[in-house]
């Protein structure tokens, strides 16, 4: 009966709440290459509850920035990345994407990251990530997102980079493939100062 009366519970929030979750939007990690050293300020505008950041985000980042991508706060610590993950309830757009079997997720990733424009890096650190919950599943519906994503965690960044890409996963697991249309890659071009950052959520 407890059981039953816990289940009942569950089930009745659900309808209130139209069935929405919650994504957590995970690691999404900010590189900074300007040409030469210097100091960047990052804002972040988020549609979502923020709740992790590091180094600590406070209205703003305040960093010098190397070419190599070393960034450096005004107590001297040093850092690789800026870093922050934050819960927002973002409809996530499944209309094309790609399905992947779970045993074929590093190469599908390797592949195709490559392609969208990540360094290998950046493409590591991404697959590193993400691939530990994703291998295991039978098949992955992988999509990278656009304004879905961009349009929730708007960046305002100080001086202006002269080219950014944001790479942005919402993926679910699936137990059989399905017919969907991919879209298509259109790869990134580095100039100037660069911005990359990427990040992922998986839907349940």
Known sequence: MKKLFIFICLLFGMILTGCQQDALSE???????????????????YDGTLTCTYPKYDDVWKVVAQPDGT????????????????????????SK????????????????????????????EFIVYWLPRMQENKYNLITFQTAAYTDVAKLEIKPEPDSILRVFMAYKKIEKPIKIGEPEIVPFVRKGFTVIEWGGTEIK
């Open 27 to 45: 690691k999404p990690v900010i590189y900074l290459y300007p040409e030469s050293e210097t100091e960047v300020e990052v804002k972040l505008d």
């Open 71 to 94: 960034l450096k706060d005004k107590s001297g610590n040093t850092y690789s990345y800026l870093f922050w993950e934050g819960n927002t309830d973002t409809v996530y757009d499944f």
């Open 97 to 124: 994407g790609f399905v992947v079997k779970g045993s074929e997720t590093a190469e599908f990733l390797e592949k195709t990251l490559a392609e969208i424009g990540l360094n290998e890096k950046e493409k590591n």
